[in-house]
């Protein structure tokens, strides 16, 4: 770009710009890869290289025997800063209260307006 951080502070090179600057740095740049290696390794092409992989992955299982008992099923190739592939307890979800059955029967026994 053509900038200086002796620029900083200038009408050339504002805070706000520096801001946009490190906020949309590309995923291969050297800030990037400075802040956070692992994310820096993986492009476009790697993302989609890993949805090709899983895809094929649960095709070839789904044709399984283990497919038709719902049972070793493939796990999906783990991505970088993505929380949602961790494992889960069995039973439980995000945001789950916990409630006596009782009063679960009580609350579906009443009318909806």
Known sequence: MGL????????RLTWTDLRAIVRHSPVDSALIRAKEPERSRWGVSE?????????????????TKDAKRNRNRPKPIPRPGDDRRKPREKGKFAGAISRPIDEVKRLLSLRRR
Do not use: N, P, Q, T
């Open 4 to 11: 200086r951080l002796r620029d900083l502070g200038s009408e």
């Open 47 to 63: 993302y989609l290289l890993a949805v090709i992989a899983d895809s094929l992955r649960w095709l070839v299982w789904a044709k």
